[in-house]
């Protein structure tokens, strides 16, 4: 069985413009439209995901 994060860094959702219903990508129709209302342009909202580069030794200040 797979788990799928709800919180934490990479974790994507995406929000309708139109009836603004928030949903994880599963949820998302074949056709990427939303489930509610059927609204074909969803946004894609991610939290925590920034990737952080680490800087070498010398680097640091």
Do not use: I
């Given at each position: 069985m797979r788990i799928i994060p709800l919180r934490g860094?990479?974790?994507t959702w995406f929000k309708c413009p139109a009836c603004r219903l928030k949903c994880r990508p599963t949820a998302v129709g074949a056709?990427?439209?939303?489930?509610?209302?059927?609204?074909?342009?969803?946004?894609?909202?991610s939290f925590g995901g920034r990737a952080t580069t680490s800087a070498a030794d010398g680097d640091r200040s």
């Open positions: 860094a990479g974790v056709e990427g439209r939303c489930p509610r209302c059927g609204e074909a342009r969803m946004l894609k909202l």
